[in-house]
């Protein structure tokens, strides 16, 4: 099945930039989504079909997609930010209809 | 406004059964598919089953194939999990999110809904 590896955390300054990838087989052919999740929340959709952002999601998120590594990247970090963070692609191939990366928990210093 | 609410969730024996259902309110339900996907305790998101708006198409995750099933009706608005043999592993909490297509993002999620599987 289909495999999204993502590094398990984190760490940034308030104001600085973080950067949380997510590595797949030619992930870049896929859209890859992107979710936050706080401690005793559901996830909350941040960035679709790789930099795509929902009304409501602040410009500070970002994302790129290409080869095997796509990266959901944080600009001027707060310490509202922190969270885990997971990417997920469908794939009709896999086992599994939907995958999700394993996660990033993000460490505001 | 979107809203997904869970409900079913509970303690269990191993072998056990649970159905758990989802309400949704504030869009057109016959318009959207619909998925399920659960969280074990401290560990990461993991998709447990898709439905489609009709209710014709359905998809299920390999550890809980044959043993779960996704159900909706339309007219009530409502999302199902039927959930048998029970296992410790399907400890988790469950949640309900929608999508507008296959390819699409997971843009609204419930709250979700807390299953423990132990005797």
């Known amino acids: 099945s289909y495999v999204l590896t993502q590094p398990p955390s984190v760490s940034v300054a308030p104001g600085k930039t973080a950067r949380i990838t997510c590595g797949g087989n030619?992930?870049?052919?896929?859209?890859v989504h992107w979710y936050q999740q706080k401690p005793g929340q559901a996830p909350v959709l941040v960035i679709y079909?790789?930099?795509d952002r929902p009304s409501g999601i602040p410009e500070r998120f970002s994302g790129s997609n290409s080869g095997n590594t796509a990266t959901l990247t944080i600009s001027r970090v707060e310490a509202g930010d922190e969270a885990d963070y997971y990417c997920?692609?469908?794939?009709?191939?896999?086992?599994?209809?939907?995958?999700f990366g394993t996660g990033t928990k993000v460490t505001v210093l | 406004e979107v809203q997904l609410v869970e409900s079913g969730g509970g303690l269990v024996q191993p072998g056990g059964s649970l159905r758990l259902s989802c309400a949704a309110s504030?869009?057109?339900?016959?318009?959207?598919?619909m998925n399920w996907v659960r969280q074990a305790p401290g560990k990461g998101l993991e998709w447990v089953s898709y439905?489609?708006?009709?209710?014709?198409?359905?998809y299920y995750a390999d550890s809980v194939k044959g043993r779960f099933t996704i159900s909706r009706d339309n007219a009530k608005n409502s999302l199902y999990l039927q959930m048998n043999s029970l296992r410790a592993e399907d400890t988790a909490v469950y949640y309900c999110?929608?999508?507008?297509?296959?390819?699409?993002?997971?843009?609204?999620w419930g709250q979700g809904t807390l299953v423990t599987v132990s005797s």
């Open positions: 079909y790789d930099s």
């Open positions: 997920q692609v469908w794939d009709s191939s896999s086992d599994l209809f939907y995958v």
């Open positions: 439905i489609s708006s009709s209710g014709s198409t359905i």
């Open positions: 999110a929608r999508g507008e297509e296959a390819t699409t993002p997971f843009d609204y």
């Open positions: 030619n992930i870049g052919s896929k859209s």
């Open positions: 504030g869009f057109t339900f016959s318009s959207y598919e």
